[in-house]
């Protein structure tokens, strides 16, 4: 991680416009437990050519959303609620490598950061795919991931998140947030020149 980062200590939007221009990554919240909420609309993501610049735009996706959670000082861990969406995504959408890395990096730099990532809208024909990418998740990231499948499920979820963070697009009453168009508050000053690039 270290090597990517350059010194000022986080990754500027302009370092990763190619990943942030496709609007795919959302971040709202905070949730009704007090976390935020990022949301991946997979359907617009398409594996990247650059992988170094990926792993850049994972670090600057994961830091702006724990920094969106900071309260006045860091603690160091504040968590983070995450829901993939998978409506409408195709072939040209699969990304096994993509997830990998991203898990990866949650894993390896962010311990503990995941309070729960949900799955929306899964397709038949992901499950080969993601069967593939749980054989590189440790126990504790597997447990954190609900799939939603049913009514039930779907229920919990919206209670678990709580309406007034949830977006429209989920029976929610908030507005999608794209990552980019998130203003940091100064509790996060290091995270702040990188929205003077928006």
Known sequence: RASMVPPSGFVPDSQVMDELETRKM???GPTKSGHPLLICKVFKHFPAKDQLNFKKFVIHLLDKTIASGIKGKEVGDEKVVAVMDLQNITYQNLDARGMITGF???QSYYPERLSKCYILHMPGFFAT???????FLDK?????IVIVT???EQRKFE???????LPED??????????QD????????????ANSNV
């Open 26 to 28: 959302y971040l709202n």
């Open 104 to 106: 990866q990096f949650l």
């Open 129 to 135: 795919v993601w069967r593939f990418v749980c054989r």
């Open 140 to 144: 504790a990231t597997q447990e954190k």
């Open 150 to 152: 049913d009514g039930e």
């Open 159 to 165: 209670e678990e998140i709580g309406l007034d963070a």
């Open 170 to 179: 989920y029976g929610g009453r908030a507005k999608l947030t794209s990552l």
């Open 182 to 193: 998130v203003l940091l508050p100064k509790a996060a000053p290091g995270m702040l020149t």
